[in-house]
């Protein structure tokens, strides 16, 4: 059985999961399925691509935190399911396409036909089973957390590192971080949750520094401070998701994961000034000096100069929408998130729950946005 390539595995990359039929299965979701908007552009169709399986891996690979091209991304994996080469791995990358392109629903019946295999006749019938089922469970958790399943989530994410034929410290820390993530924001839902608030907050810390002890890597401190950041971010701990955030935007190495810790760290100063009663004066110089030294995501700069106030906010949507790395639908799920952060900090509260209400009605809740976007409504009551 070929090694697990812990370069595609989601929590890093936001990566992804798929299904189709299944070799003595049931059939799967493409018996059902409609796609729609299916990729257009110069890219070559994807029944005339060598290789489907590949290039859909490589599509995700080359992408940024789950920013991912979605109906390109469902054309090839589709491709790949069809011709059978590898089909588990593409059943995996279907799942998750079709969730980018706001079909949660047929994604989901993907990842669960694809995952009701055992992993004996599984692995029987695929060599690169074990490396699907990795990925189908992790991206499966991504549709539990999205339906605020987090007994789900967090078993799913547990699967995953059992599921390695080969495990890997920096693809089990990594799932361990967002295991975290998840168990964070479980603490900060309502009471009436399946368990109470404080038992996930202490889960969370406990995943938190079992991820760095598992992880020991550079990228390690940063993956785990960002994921933790969240965490803070959803339960309104705004100084300690400031902290977090400052450092990522300190030591991370890519743009657009840098960018995304700048905007939020401006965001959690914003509240930290505003609950001291302080102006936001020292928020909106730090995020200025920050946005100066460049590096800046190209995905997320119309955000930057929205919060900067060179462009409004039709402007931005605009922009995010024209971006062709990445489909419209999780391009405006993203929008709307950073739009309702802006009209909240200029105390325009209609306008906050409109553009977030927006973003949760795309049905695309594999980014890490929409969950944010989740907490933000329910904290603030939008």
Same mark, same amino acid.
């Given at each position: ?38 990729? +257009? ?59 980018? $392109? ?53 078993? %799913? ?14 693809? +089990? ?14 603490? &900060? ?46 339960? =309104? ?8 955030? =400052?450092?990522?935007?300190? +030591? ?24 001291? %009663?302080?102006? $936001? ?14 590096? $800046?995501? &190209? ?11 060179? $462009? ?37 509260? %209609? ?25 933000? &409504? ?5």
């Amino acid at each position: 059985m070929g090694k697990l390539n812990p370069a595609l595995l989601l929590p890093l990359l936001l990566l992804a999961a798929c299904q189709a039929p299944g070799p003595k299965g049931p059939p799967g979701p493409l018996a059902g399925v409609v796609i729609t908007g299916v990729n +257009t552009g110069s890219d070559v169709a994807a029944n005339q691509v060598a290789a489907p399986c590949q290039a859909a891996e490589s599509l995700l690979a080359q992408s940024e935190d789950g920013q991912v091209r979605g109906h390109r991304l469902v054309a090839l994996s589709e491709e790949c399911v069809k011709r059978g080469s590898d089909r588990a791995i593409g059943q995996a990358l279907l799942g998750y396409g079709l969730e980018q $392109i706001g079909q949660p629903r047929q994604g989901l019946q993907a990842l669960k036909n694809l995952l009701s295999f055992s992993n004996a006749a599984s692995s029987a019938a695929n060599p690169n089973a074990a490396r699907a089922r990795v990925l189908g469970y992790e991206a499966r958790s991504y549709f539990y957390a999205g339906l605020s399943r987090w007994g789900d989530a967090v078993s %799913d994410l547990n699967e995953a590192m059992d599921s390695q034929p080969d495990p890997s410290p920096r693809v +089990t820390g990594a799932l361990m971080a967002r295991r975290g993530f998840y168990q964070s924001l479980a603490a &900060s839902q309502p009471a009436g949750s399946d368990q109470p608030s404080g038992v996930y907050a202490l889960a969370a810390e406990s995943s938190f520094e079992e991820a760095l002890a598992r992880w020991q890597a550079p990228e390690a401190a940063n993956e785990v401070a960002f994921q933790r950041g969240m965490g803070h971010f959803a339960n =309104g701990r705004w100084e300690a998701a400031s902290i977090d955030f =400052g450092q990522v935007f300190e +030591t991370a190495g890519r743009p657009h994961r840098r960018t995304q810790a700048m905007l939020l760290a401006y965001y959690a100063d914003y509240r930290l000034g505003w609950a001291q %009663d302080q102006t $936001i004066e020292a928020a909106r110089a730090t995020f200025e000096a920050r946005a100066a030294q460049g590096n $800046i995501g &190209s995905a997320l700069a119309p955000f930057v100069a929205l919060f900067l106030g060179e $462009i409004g906010p039709e402007a931005a949507l605009g922009k995010a929408e024209a971006n062709p790395n990445q489909n419209i639908e999780a391009s405006q799920l993203q929008a709307y998130w950073y739009i309702g952060m802006y009209h909240q900090m200029r105390d325009e509260h %209609d306008l906050v729950e409109r553009a977030w209400n927006f973003g949760l009605s795309t049905r695309v809740i594999t980014l890490q946005d929409y969950f944010l976007m989740q907490a933000m &409504s329910r904290r603030f009551g939008v």
